[in-house]
């Protein structure tokens, strides 16, 4: 009752879909059941959580930072009605912004994150929620929030400074509305009953006034030498065999984040794959797929970088 705030109508509905099971009911099957009631049309879409918190490769603050947030979000309700803060807080949510370079995980700790706490995440469609004609964006804005507070969800934000940014000056009407939609916003994700989070590349774009009423804010930075060599390890598939593999060379060489890495690892199992010699990857493999990606980034390449296989990637 105090997690899933529906009318009794719906409460009704989910209880005859419940009672036509024909079996005793176990404990997943009423919040599968009040979710499975929600509907967010184009707005959103439900992304399925494939990570867990021991996949995450942060640096200790901001590993300590992801579990708290976990812990919050798992004593949410009982803080609120047993401890009292319901009435000072009106029953507010969890909120938190993830900022950091493409590649550094925000999008991976906020699967990992709903995996933990058990709750379904949406991504959320800005494509569909920022409309250019007058009060649209604060219609679907509206929408998005009154159901996601009915079925204690995350909502996930990515690119959020697009929708989160600052305020303008006023100087002809378009800056006015726009303005008022990010005022609607910041009074509305103050009442959202369940959890927020934003991704952003530029955390400077944000209206400062938002950035004050988060309850997390966990800044991502590009993985050190330490992070990177888990990266890498962790990256490889379990049925490729690595043993030719330089890991500390990599980790060492390249300033890369997960992403990065990940995209490196795939690119060298699908070449690797056209070989014929079996499920392996070597150094010189990894090393062609690293410049791919160091071009694809427009980063300056020199061949001492690659060390003693520097000859295998001249004609990359």
């Not at 991976?108 to 800005?126: F, H, N, S």
């Not at 990266?231 to 598939?237: A, F, K, L, Y």
């Not at 300033?255 to 890495?261: E, F, T």
């Amino acid at each position: 009752a105090r997690r899933f705030r529906f009318e009794a109508v719906a409460i009704e509905r989910i209880c005859a879909t419940l009672n036509s099971l024909g079996r005793p009911l176990c404990p997943s099957d009423l919040p599968a059941a009040c979710r499975g009631d929600a509907d967010l049309g184009d707005l959103a879409q439900a992304v399925d959580s494939r990570f867990e918190l021991s996949d995450l490769m942060l640096p200790a603050k901001q590993a300590g930072q992801i579990a708290e947030l976990v812990q919050a979000a798992a004593n949410l309700t009982r803080v609120h009605h047993d401890w009292g803060t319901a009435r000072a807080w009106n029953e507010s949510g969890l909120s938190a912004l993830f900022a950091g370079p493409p590649g550094t995980g925000k999008t991976m700790a906020a699967e990992a994150i709903a995996r933990a706490v058990g709750m379904p995440m949406y991504r959320i469609d800005l494509s569909q929620v920022v409309n250019k004609y007058v009060g649209e964006t604060e219609k679907n804005l509206r929408r998005l929030f009154d159901v996601a507070d009915g079925i204690d969800a995350i909502l996930f934000f990515d690119e959020a400074d697009s929708l989160f940014g600052k305020r303008s000056e006023v100087k002809d009407a378009h800056d006015r509305y726009a303005n008022l939609e990010i005022s609607y916003l910041l009074e509305r994700m103050e009442r959202f009953k369940g959890m927020a989070i934003l991704a952003t590349n530029r955390k400077k774009d944000l209206d400062e006034a938002f950035l004050r009423r988060l309850r997390f804010v966990v800044d991502f930075p590009l993985p050190g030498p330490e992070e990177r060599l888990a990266i890498w390890r962790g990256m490889m598939p379990s049925g490729v065999a690595v043993s030719e593999v330089d890991f500390a060379f990599l980790a060492r060489q390249f300033a890369l984040a997960g992403g990065h890495i990940r995209s490196i690892v795939f690119q060298a199992c699908l070449q690797g794959a056209a070989r014929n010699d079996g499920r392996r990857l070597d150094m010189p493999l990894l090393l062609r797929a690293v410049r791919r990606e160091l071009d694809k980034l427009g980063r300056p390449i020199s061949p001492d970088q690659f060390g003693p296989w520097a000859g295998h990637i001249e004609d990359a």
